[in-house]
Each structure stands twice: as C-alpha cells, then as structure tokens.
C-alpha cells in the first residue's frame, strides 16, 4: 500500500512545494478531512472510486473531486456512456489503486486506472489538503501543482443526463 512517504519522496523527486500535514486525531475516510483540519470542505479533494459497467465490462474508475461536492454516479455514468455505475466495494479500491479504501491520494494512481477530475478543481492555486492513504496524515499541496501531477481527463461532473464521448478503458490483461 502507498503512504505518505511515498508520495513525499516523489513529490521531492518532482521538485513540486508541497507538506504532509500531522492530523490531530485519526480519520477513516476523506469525507472526515474538513471536520479533522477545520477546513472549508472546498479545499479539501478526495477519489472517489466507482465499479463501471460498460460494454467490454466492469472496470474500476477513479473520481478526483472536493469532498464537499461529490459527483452522483448518474453523472459519473453519463460522462463515460456505462450501463451501470455503483460505489465500488473497499477491495476493489485497495486492488485497484493501491491506496487503503476511504484515504486514497490522487497522485501515484496506477497507469491503467482511468481517471476523472472535476473541472471545478481547475484554474485555482490555492492550497489544498488531500488523503495521504494513511489514516494520520493529508497532503497540503496547490491545487494547480496537484492537478498537473494527477493524469486524468478534466470532466464536467455537475450536469446530469449529459452524454459525453466515452472513455477507453484499458483491456484486462
């Protein structure tokens, strides 16, 4: 599982400014950031990770988004043109993202994962906090220096029943 020090090492290794942040008391989940640091949930980002089922079949799809305005799935389903799409269960986000389930960063997201990011995230350079995969721990980092390291497409999640051009999924191999 990747933790804090992995992503410090790499953001070091990047040369991107950036602090892992001591929690005054432990956290199961991102939703729990704001009450934990007193923060605007706004400036808070979580990844939301969601079991898609399209045509080639189901795939995991990983939603980087303010944990104060979470995508409903039907958006998250009209932007890739799925079938279905439901809340993925805690092993298939630990599998897919190699992140514990409820704290995982959106930096050092596997290569294969498809990723979204709410566009609402973009065009800001104020700080942001996010998981770190450990339940003691966030990441405090500009939300334009994060977005440029997180390799997803920028979506808008805040309309409902619009369709937009699928998304590839990568082959199961």
């Known amino acids: 599982m990747k933790d804090a020090l992995a992503i410090h090492r790499w953001l070091l290794a990047h040369q991107v400014h950036h602090e892992i942040v001591r929690l005054p008391r432990a956290m199961t989940c991102a939703d729990e950031l704001p009450e934990v640091l007193s923060a605007n949930p706004a400036v808070c980002v979580g990844v939301t990770v969601y079991e898609v089922t399209t045509r080639i079949g189901h795939e995991p799809v990983a939603v980087v988004t ?6 409903r799935p039907g958006v998250v389903g009209g932007v890739l043109g799925a079938r279905r799409v439901r ?3 805690d092993y298939t986000v630990n599998a897919a993202t190699d992140y514990a389930a409820g704290l995982v960063c959106p930096l050092l997201l596997p290569d294969g994962l498809t990723v979204l ?13 996010t998981p770190t995969g450990e339940r003691r721990t966030a990441l405090l980092i500009r939300a334009d220096h994060l977005l440029t390291l997180v390799s997803g497409k920028i979506v808008d999640l805040t309309r409902s029943g619009l369709r937009r051009e699928p998304t590839t999924f990568p082959l199961a191999g």
Do not use: C, F, H, N
């Open 117 to 129: 990011v709410d566009e609402r995230l973009t065009g800001t350079a104020m700080p942001v906090y």
């Open 66 to 71: 303010s944990v104060g305005s979470p995508p």
């Open 87 to 89: 809340q993925a269960p």
